[in-house]
């Protein structure tokens, strides 16, 4: 290891660093335990202050916590100058340790630094050719919580060339036991960049596999919470994921970045009534459940944005005009408001475009406020309160009725999806007979309730209610696996951040859905973020180049014009195609490449077509051989999961076993969605990857 001038001779550098921690660690449980015996008794002037201040002060008790196996701090910078002071000659420079959170000593000095504190930023960003006043970058190397290495890298120095550091590739390299780890100490200088991009901005980002994009938008929200905490804790934040799996593996990234409140829900969660109660500020459409599945020719149809103006017309079609005057009783006087006056006001509201339950709202009001002119006319001096009094008369209250009725979003759904006619005269000029065949029940449902909705129709309900009653938006939502959304999801993801702002993260060549987008622009026009900025990221962190090279091999036909990752990591060996003798002999030769692959440290990911995981499971348990779930938390005693190829996107393992690859193409309506399926399943490895098939391979990787 490096030995410096300036260190004390005697004095081993790891033994001064390990000091370092420890106080740190000790200042940080002092900090906790000042919050702790806080005594809120005096302060409080009722009990409801009371409960609020207790509920604060106990979520500063959990943010102080000591994460065990998260390292406090993971690099150190010796600035050349004392940050923000002029740059004289021999003045002094100042040290920071970087780290997940900010700890203090006693005194109120910092002992480590918030990795998102601006004065950490170069860490990331600085290099030798831009030095930012960084005299020396430090990087430290943990094992099981202990700081067990470090590493230095002299920025003013023109004689060390610039180099990849090992640490930092160990850290990515380190096997995977246990949920997705935060990558705060391997973020690189181009993912920094959209990490910290401001938050008025939607950010998109492209990124193939390994290039670390589902945790720059994770470190991003992270990020945003930290410039921008009052305005987010008033708007809300929430990151929305492909699947529960999927969630549950990225769950404790953000609580390890000093980040506890984040909500995370998937767009089923956000569409249906289980989402009322889980994303706060962004119900659900109250009372939907999900039970029925759509044909893919169906599902495609259904996500498509015409049925926006489809739904648009249907609702509007309640909207009557007048034909009849309204008479309003009041004493012994009568107020007549003509049709055609009434006409005038229904015509004036349809215009304005407003919400359909705004403008039902409005109405009675608008009705009123006729009466009210003619009641001034008259030499009367009405009041507000005699607006609202004519307002709830049952004559205007009954024209309302006629004119402007309620409607529900669910019930609407229903008939559009029931009634051929009714679905006829609103989707004319918009869907084609068989597009209208397709989505039409072959058995209509008596009831919202005893409906079988599928995910595609609780989408729609929720376009509806949106139509009727403007939806809650949050401050800032982030989306991942963007590509897999129809244009009907993506508006509903819209509406959730409306007034706020987004960071859209995908991969278009792992579209596996029929609907999946064809491009971002066409995505984030349906989102309703056209202006946004689309980044791509390149650089591969995390599949061996091996691995990569032959996945790509896929890309000319998946998704033409993307450019292929380029992996930083060279891992000869790291890519084994192996042929069975026969398809009797494919399950044995499966179970051989997984007991191969638990010879070897960290997490092992069995991977293969869904109709095959049925096979599969038996084999492994009559070999004795103990299995998980896709996202259940892999331990050192339980490291074998098995994954159907639908549920493999965003995970990742130290080595994975691919199953019959021509099976996973198989299993998906289209080659073309098979093909992604399978470059998804083909770029889950880390560290290597082996292909174990009966049947010829697909052509395409040949």
Known sequence: MPAHEHESVTTDPLVRERAHLAASRSALRAMREDVQALDIGDVTANWVNAVVLQSQIDERIKSLADLAHTPLFFGRLDYLHEVGADQAEGAEGERFYIGRRHVHDTDGDPMVVDWRAPVSQPFYRASKKDPQDVGRRRRFGYTGGELTAYEDEDLTDPAE??????????????????????????????????????????????????????????????????????????TGTLVIGPNRSFLHYIEQVLPALGEL?????????????????????????????????DAAEAAVVKGDARMAEVLRRAIRSHVTMPTEPVVVVRGSRRWRVPAYELEEIVAELLARDMRYGAAHEALPQRIAHAVLVRMEEAGEAPDDRVQNAVARNPAVKAAVKAIWPAVD?????????????????????????????????????????????????????????????????????????????SPMQYRAVGRRCSTGSATVLGDLAQGTTPWSTESWTQALRHLGKPDAVVEELTAGFRVPREVIAYASRLL??????????????????????????????????????????????????????????????????AAGHAYLSPGEETSAEARLTLVPASLAKGLEYDYVVL???????????????????????????????????????????A
Do not use: N
């Not at 980002?205 to 987010?232: D, F, I, M, S």
């Not at 998946?558 to 192996?578: C, D, H, K, N, T």
């Not at 019959?660 to 880390?686: F, K, N, Q, W």
């Open 659 to 701: 199953d019959e690859p021509a099976a996973v193409v198989d299993g998906e309506p289209d080659t073309r969605t098979g093909l992604r399926r399978l470059y998804v399943a083909l770029t889950r490895a880390v560290s290597g990857l082996t292909v174990v098939h009966a049947a010829a391979l697909p052509d395409e990787l």
């Open 409 to 485: 979003p669910a019930k609407l759904v229903l008939r559009l999806l029931s009634d051929a006619e009714f679905l006829a005269t609103h989707a004319d000029g918009l869907l084609t007979e068989d597009e209208r065949k397709a989505i039409l029940w072959v058995k209509p449902a008596r009831s919202v309730r005893s409906a079988k909705w599928s995910a595609a129709d609780a989408v729609l309900i929720d376009e509806a209610r949106d139509l009727v009653t403007r939806t809650h938006s949050l401050g800032h939502v982030v989306l991942d696996e963007a590509q897999d959304l």
């Open 556 to 621: 000319p036909v998946i998704s033409p014009g993307l450019a292929e990752v380029e992996s930083v990591r060279e891992s000869p060996g790291s890519l084994e195609v192996r042929a069975a003798a026969g398809p009797a002999e494919l399950d044995a030769a499966v179970l051989a490449a997984c007991e191969e692959s638990l010879t070897r440290e960290g997490s092992i990911g069995l991977i293969a077509a869904d109709a095959r995981v049925p096979a599969l499971a038996e084999a492994l348990t």
């Open 161 to 234: 060339a610039e180099r990849t550091s090992r640490l930092l590739q160990a850290e990515i390299e380190r096997p995977r036991v246990g949920p997705m780890r935060d990558i705060v100490a391997t973020i690189q200088p181009e993912q920094d960049e959209i990490v910290r991009s401001g938050l008025g901005g939607t950010v998109c980002v492209q990124g193939g596999p390994g290039t670390g994009k589902t945790a720059v938008g994770l470190h991003r929200v992270a990020y945003l919470l930290y410039a921008h905490r009052e305005r987010l804790a008033r």
């Open 261 to 293: 409140e984040v909500k995370q829900a998937t767009v089923d969660d956000l569409v249906t009534a289980g989402a009322a109660g889980a994303v706060a500020g962004a119900p659900g459409a109250a009372g939907i459940e999900v039970r029925g599945t």
